[in-house]
């Protein structure tokens, strides 16, 4: 079983950056693609990017792209999304998501099989 697990959230600043990170553990033995994702109070989950086993194919949201890079780095197991020149409507739960495979085939949140607990992005104005 593979768990993931968020870090690298908090509150900054509008016009600032955040790097988050998702550590996956367990059996991790698999290919996976791998995706962030996001939810803000009142508002449905949306993706924000996501990216391939071998990052050869990355997905970027129409919100977020030219402000968010996702990469990955199989051999720490761990993905990384890097928020720059971020807004107030930024403002969410940022989620990991894992499902298996090597593309990423689909960006629906029900594609994902695995999920982390969140991390909280606050942007002040």
């Known amino acids: 079983q593979v768990q993931l697990v968020e870090s690298g959230g908090g509150l900054v600043q509008a016009g600032g950056s955040l790097r988050l990170s998702c550590a996956l553990s367990g059996r991790t033995g698999g290919s996976y693609a791998m995706a962030w994702f996001r939810q803000a109070p009142g508002k449905e989950r949306e993706i924000v990017a996501a990216i391939s086993w071998n990052s050869d194919e990355i997905f970027k949201s129409a919100s977020t792209r030219g402000r968010v890079t996702i990469s990955r780095d199989n051999a720490k197991n761990t993905v990384f999304l890097q928020m720059n020149s971020l807004e107030p409507e930024d403002t969410a739960v940022y989620y990991c998501?894992?499902?298996?495979?090597?593309?990423?085939?689909?960006?629906?949140?029900?594609?994902?099989?695995?999920w982390g607990q969140g991390t909280q992005v606050t942007v002040s104005s």
């Open positions: 998501a894992a499902k298996a495979g090597v593309g990423i085939k689909s960006i629906s949140s029900r594609e994902y099989e695995i």
